[in-house]
């Protein structure tokens, strides 16, 4: 608190004016010695939007799905390594120890036999048909059924081994269960309605920590399960403080109130400040959050490749970088992120040249109207671009781009709105011109994007997906069908690296940056690691503790 | 009395109708909905959204969805959050209560405060007393809330460490010394603003009464300045106050969003901003029926006083 200075209170205060609301999450250190013996002391995360959704098989967020990992537990998850470890289960299916068959469509899952749910009863395969039925349930509001729709036959063999198939391949699917949440078949299976339980507002797991208290719109506290069946926990309580104002976030924070800022972080403007406080921990650590900015291809200039080269060689992605994110994020080229097993870091590496641009447009036809304007056969080169209303960083981004295009003769109007509107048919319907946003491409650690690129996929063409770019490309689609028929990594790996040559080619979006998050923690308190391939920084609480 | 008041209510019933109708109707036009929130992060589908969609029943046309929801209403079932699946009314209760702790207390503060410095103002015109209560009204109605929230937050938080940065209790604790010791930042801060407000109204209302024939009447009879002030002008000067105590209801309800931001209070405000942004309709229209049944039951208040206070006003 000694180094809280009045300058830096001054920013805190005008920023304030602002109550901004960002996704990510949080921080690093090594382990050490000295994990207790017992559950010990409590954890207050900080965060800005407030967990609401109990169920995990039901639609949540990032906020949701961090105190789910803390309650269920998954067949498997994915480490901060990408590597696949069981939970559940005994072990990761594959054709080697047997899991799965040659044909890849025949399942076959060990589990544990030591797991009990929060409420005493034993945890069996029924547990896991019953959550995998639950999901295809016409009746349940399950978020999404992808992969799990394609499930048939299963069938549990004991107590401890389940099997089904699958009516056709599809390799992501064993990323997709490293988030799926296994629900308790005794408590959930006799509802009339399954979406109406007890059980949404105080759940019964498996995780390491078990439901303790809600004070709605202020905290959540969960309580050590100390029957739980893997490594931890080590902590007695752990407490999901909503802090909507990330200000507010902050001074708690450099207070002491809280223990850990999770979610959005550290905001931009107090992260020199964050670094003099004492006793705390500031980390950086990167995101699978791609920063990008969507183009509507089915809008009149952005059908032309030139024009969306053009506009990536006229934008200043470093300077905005540098400025505006005080150097933080790192530059994308790619929807994978850096140090996914599926990066391909050749590339080509975005270089910053107006003049460049210019000549591309001019090449193209794209000749500057009396207004400084480009058209090309009647048409100008002029668009907006959205972003939700209240993201201040984008807001200046947006600004930003705004000059470094204006340069080569583009006329881009900003024309923001708020979340719910954005996101609404405005996004899904594909009814943008371009829209600037940051979201994760691979799903459970999987670098699939058939949702995102395939035909099939484009929501404003009766499609089923997040195709909203509207991209249709035939050799795409023979790539997305042949990734998710192949499970061997070396062969996906050629694969998806020749998709994100053509998303870099043909600039289906124009790549911004990868995510980075700093997040700060009290220095006594061990064991957050970062995990680009989970969907929330919280996803180990179950191994953090105090040394003192 | 009786006949008034059973008009009074078929009128609030019809208006009520009419503002559930007009708050539903704005709520679904704009765009926007329940589960847009999720389509940025969760990775789910077109089609899963309009799945959930219409097991929500929320593809339904606008009437069936308004007389669905008005059917449940009457029959005292207000719906349920779209975001925890608690109940409106548990919700709304949960919340309640922190909001009244930070209202009641800070509203009754100012209004003692206010009203004092006002009929002191009032009396000791242009005295260096009243100068100076002007001058601190008026800088207290231009500063921001936030700013004074965050500014408190600073000295009496950071620096002298004498109360907490915000929240209402310390997690685990909760207890009545706990709650007063939270409560002392935000209501310092919401009071400040409101003892303004108050002590300008009761300024202009004293002056006001201060000049009247009775006053003067009062004065050459030779009652003494205290008699004068405490029986004739100040009951006269509270009249106009009433209309402003039957403002402060939905007020008191509605919530202080910004101290409320500011200091991390789990109050009304942020529940209806939380379900707005969320495009929660259950809770939001809510909010909205409760806000409107205190504004009418705070009009209807404020007539009853005046007949009390005012007998040359009849009710009807």
């Excluded at chain 2, 007063?180 to 919401?190: A, E, I, Q, T």
Aim: charged share 20%.
């Amino acid at each position: 608190m000694d180094n809280f200075t009045k300058r830096s209170f001054l920013k805190l205060s005008a920023s304030s004016a602002a109550l901004a609301i960002a996704p990510g999450l949080i921080t690093s250190s090594a382990f050490a010695a000295g994990k207790p013996d017992a559950p010990k002391g409590q954890v207050i995360a900080g965060l800005s939007q407030e967990p609401t959704v109990f169920h995990p098989l039901m639609p949540g967020k990032e906020v949701d799905r961090g105190v789910w990992w803390q309650l269920f537990s998954t067949l498997w998850f994915v480490d901060d390594k990408g590597t696949l470890v069981p939970d559940l289960a005994i072990e990761v299916p594959s054709v080697e120890n047997g899991g799965l068959s040659e044909d890849g469509l025949s399942w076959k899952v060990k589990l544990r036999k030591d797991v009990t749910w929060h409420d005493g009863t034993p945890f069996t395969a029924q547990d896991v048909k019953f959550s995998l039925e639950l999901i295809n349930n016409p009746d349940f509001r399950a978020g999404s059924r992808i992969g799990h729709s394609l499930l048939k036959n299963i069938t549990v063999v004991a107590d401890d081994e389940i099997h089904w198939q699958t009516s056709e391949v599809f390799s992501p699917y064993i990323s997709l269960l490293a988030q799926t949440f296994i629900v308790p078949k005794h408590i959930l299976a006799d509802l009339p309605d399954p979406n109406k339980s007890d059980f949404n507002m105080a759940p019964i797991g498996t995780g390491a920590f078990k439901w303790g208290k809600r004070s709605a719109g202020d905290h959540l506290l969960l309580e050590a399960n100390k029957n739980y069946h893997g490594e931890g926990p080590f902590l007695e309580r752990v407490v999901f403080k909503y802090i909507p104002d990330q200000t507010v976030q902050y001074t708690q924070f450099s207070s002491g109130e809280i223990d850990y800022i999770g979610l959005n972080g550290i905001q931009t403007a107090f992260e020199e400040d964050a670094k003099k406080l004492d006793g705390v921990t500031i980390n950086a650590a990167p995101l699978a959050f791609i920063e990008y900015i969507a183009l509507n291809l089915e809008f009149g200039p952005f059908k032309d490749l030139a024009v969306r080269q053009a506009l990536y060689m006229g934008m200043n992605k470093q300077a905005r970088i540098d400025i505006i994110y005080k150097g933080r994020p790192i530059g994308a080229e790619s929807y994978v992120p850096r140090g996914h097993w599926a990066y391909k870091d050749d590339l080509p590496a975005h270089v910053y040249d107006s003049e460049g641009a210019k000549a591309i447009l001019d090449k193209a036809g794209w000749i500057p109207g009396p207004d400084g304007v480009r058209v090309k056969d009647g048409m100008r080169l002029a668009f907006t671009t959205s972003t939700t209303v209240g993201s201040k960083s984008r807001e200046q981004a947006q600004q930003f781009l705004q000059q470094n295009w204006a340069e080569i003769g583009a006329e881009m109007t900003i024309n923001n709105m708020p979340g719910a509107v954005l996101w609404g048919d405005f996004w899904q319907k594909s009814q943008f011109d371009s829209v600037m946003v940051a979201s994760t491409f691979v799903r459970g650690g999987d670098p699939d994007v058939t949702a995102r690129f395939s035909k099939k996929a484009i929501p404003a063409k009766g499609g089923s997906g997040n195709n909203n770019y509207q991209y249709q490309d035939d050799e795409m689609e023979e790539l997305l069908v042949a990734g998710t028929r192949e499970y061997d990594q070396e062969k996906r790996k050629v694969i998806y690296h020749r998709i994100q040559e053509k998303v870099r080619e043909e600039l289906i979006f124009l790549p911004v940056q990868q995510s980075v998050i700093v997040e700060g923690t009290k220095e006594d308190l061990i064991g957050h690691t970062p995990n680009i391939n989970s969907t929330s920084n919280a996803w180990n609480m179950r191994t953090w503790y105090w040394t003192t | 009395m009786a006949n008034y008041l059973l008009r009074r209510s078929w009128q609030s019933l019809i208006l009520l109708l009419l503002v559930s109708f007009i708050g539903f109707g704005v709520l679904h036009l704009a765009p926007g909905g329940p589960l847009s929130q999720f389509v940025p992060s969760a990775g789910m589908a077109q089609e899963d959204i309009d799945r959930i969609t219409h097991q929500m029943g929320l593809d339904r046309s606008f009437a069936v969805q308004y007389l669905e929801w008005l059917r449940l209403m009457v029959s005292g079932d207000w719906g349920n959050s779209y975001r925890d699946g608690i109940s409106v009314l548990s919700k709304i209760a949960s919340h309640i209560r922190p909001t009244l702790e930070l209202m009641v207390i800070s509203t009754v503060l100012a209004a003692l405060i206010g009203c004092g410095i006002g009929v002191w103002g009032a009396v000791r015109r242009y005295s260096v007393m009243d100068v100076l209560s002007s001058v601190g009204a008026m800088f207290a109605l231009s500063i921001p809330t936030f700013w004074f929230g965050l500014m408190a937050i600073y000295f009496f938080a950071l620096e002298l460490s004498w109360f907490p940065v915000g929240s209402r209790t310390t997690i685990g604790d909760g207890s009545v010394p706990d709650i007063l010791y939270h409560l002392v930042l935000p209501v310092s801060v919401l009071a400040l603003v409101e003892t303004a407000v108050w002590a300008q109204f009761m300024r202009s209302a004293m002056l006001e009464a201060l000049q009247q024939d009775y006053i003067r009447t009062a004065k050459a009879k030779g009652l003494s300045e205290r008699k004068v002030i405490w029986s004739h002008a100040i009951r006269n000067a509270l009249l106009p106050m009433i209309t402003l105590v039957g403002l402060q209801f939905p007020i008191l309800l509605g919530g202080a969003l910004v101290a409320e931001t500011v200091f991390s209070w789990p109050g009304m405000g942020r529940l209806f901003m939380d379900s707005l942004e969320y495009r929660d309709y259950p809770v939001v229209m809510g909010i909205l029926i409760l806000s409107a049944i205190m504004t009418m039951l705070g009009s209807l208040i404020a007539d009853i006083l005046y007949v009390v206070a005012d007998p040359r006003i009849r009710v009807n």
